[in-house]
């Protein structure tokens, strides 16, 4: 399970997609932090924020039936871009060939004082 949801947002929303073929949805899914669920703590530094955002996402999408397999597009925010091949590294381990489009910035902060945040769309039949 993801942790709840910090403000007035869907974790996320399923849309029907006719162009996508019959039953295809687009599943847009609110950003995700490095926060434990169980514990409702964020998770040490990048490395680990990243892996457990990714896991946060991955339990979104399994509730909507897809999983980080069906990911076409991340939009990754970062506390600092200096950490972003930490962040890559990670990241890389989570979705097969070929990748999802991705865009990547920095912010001046994000929830929590965590250092990513990790938002996505995702296409299934």
Not at 40 to 51: I, K, N, P, S, W
């Amino acid at each position: 399970m993801a942790p709840s949801p910090i403000g007035p947002y869907s974790q996320a929303v399923e849309v029907s997609q006719p162009k996508l073929g019959s039953g295809g949805v687009l599943i847009y899914c609110s950003g995700q932090v490095g926060v434990d669920a169980a514990t409702g703590e964020l998770e040490g530094d990048v490395t680990a924020q990243t892996r457990r955002a990714l896991l946060n996402l991955d339990q979104v999408l399994r509730a909507a039936n897809s999983d980080l397999g069906d990911v076409v597009k991340t939009t990754i925010f970062m506390a600092d871009l200096r950490e972003f091949s930490k962040m890559n590294e990670e990241y890389s381990k989570h979705f097969p060939a070929p990748f999802p489009a991705r865009s990547t910035v920095q912010v001046a902060a994000l929830p929590k004082g965590a250092r990513v945040e990790i938002e996505a769309l995702a296409a299934r039949d």
